[in-house]
């Protein structure tokens, strides 16, 4: 008898349980789709995000910037550099600049391929891409003078001391910054643009 009353209640049980019916779930219609109880009368429009912003509706994430260090190099005498990866060392006129004499007493970082502006002794952090759109570029040269070397006076303009900051735009706008680490032998950290995104 307690076998009949608890296969009853096991039965009922398991009746109550397969036929509930749940407004949302979803159900085959007669097309053989399958949707949701009431989907049709919501009126709560898709959501679009804009311009690839995470963040629906809200403004985009803006790009940071910094200078990334990407190469020191020894650049010798009569020969030339180019600014980007993987930085050769080239005959004199076949880089983006070269290490040589100016065509008089001095020595000179000369230009062929980029154009520069020298931005004197400063933090390469504090150089924003804003500012380097104001500035005119040239195609000349970047002369070091030998200052109070014997045969020589002092009163030479050195237009490169150790830490001079020379910018140089490509062909392509891109911007390049070149620290002077040292005149003799010549010695350049090269900065690259790094624009990122913080989430």
Not at 45 to 61: A, C, F, M, R, S
């Amino acid at each position: 008898m307690k076998n009949v009353f608890m296969s009853t209640a096991i039965l009922l049980l398991s009746f109550s349980i397969f036929s509930c019916e749940k407004s949302a779930e979803l159900t085959p219609d007669d097309g053989g789709k399958l949707t949701m109880a009431g989907y049709q009368s919501a009126s709560t429009p898709p959501v679009t995000l804009k311009g690839g912003n995470p963040i629906p509706d809200k403004q985009p994430i803006p790009d940071k910037f910094e200078w990334k260090l990407m190469k020191t190099v020894q650049l010798p005498m009569n020969k030339g550099l180019n600014l980007t990866s993987p930085f050769d060392i080239v005959s004199e006129t076949a880089g983006d600049i070269s290490w040589g004499s100016d065509g008089g007493c001095y020595s000179a970082i000369r230009c062929w391929k980029v154009t520069r502006a020298i931005l004197a002794i400063v933090d390469v952090q504090t150089v924003t891409p804003d500012y380097l759109k104001t500035l005119t570029f040239v195609s000349g040269q970047v002369a070091w003078a030998p200052g109070a070397a014997p045969g020589y006076t002092p009163t030479w303009t050195n237009y490169m001391p150790v830490g001079t900051v020379i910018a140089y735009k490509t062909s392509l706008g891109k911007f390049r910054l070149v620290v002077v680490k040292s005149a003799f032998p010549l010695i350049l950290d090269i900065y690259h643009e790094n624009f990122y995104r913080v989430y």
